[in-house]
Nanobody, 123 residues
Framework: QVQLVESGGGLVQAGGSLRLSCAAS?????VGWFRQAPEKEREFVAG????????DYSDSVKGRFTISRDNAKNTVYLQMNSLKPEDTAVYCC???????????????????WGQGTQVTVSS
């Protein structure tokens, strides 16, 4: 079992940037970022394969967010630029050892979840 710890959330003005980190206790996992706004379903944001060679994004963040990883540090990053108020949510990272070569875009594709970090974008 792997444990995930997110960091880097906070309050930022619209148009600003934040970088989230997801530190894992183990190796060999594909990782995804999801977010959940109040009274909304948790939605896929971005994901990256174990090697880092494959990444995918939701349409709502494509071109603004970039996911990357440093396997030497067991850490996955989500660089968020041009933030909008509608990006406000709790952001969670998730991991799976079942599909390491691909990116899963649904919650069912992940086995382990972090506690989340709050991102608030003011207008």
């Amino acid at each position: 079992q792997v444990q995930l710890v997110e960091s880097g959330g906070g309050l930022v003005q619209a148009g600003g940037s934040l970088r989230l980190s997801c530190a894992a206790s183990g190796r060999g996992y594909a990782v995804g970022w999801f977010r959940q706004a109040p009274e909304k379903e948790r939605e896929f944001v971005a994901g990256i394969s174990w090697s880092g060679g494959t990444a995918d994004y939701s349409d709502s963040v494509k071109g603004r967010f970039t996911i990357s990883r440093d396997n030497a540090k067991n850490t996955v990053y989500l660089q968020m630029n041009s933030l909008k108020p509608e990006d406000t949510a709790v952001y969670c990272c998730a991991a799976t050892g079942r599909f390491t070569g691909a990116v899963r875009t649904t919650r069912a594709g992940y086995d382990y979840w972090g506690q989340g970090t709050q991102v608030t974008v003011s207008s």
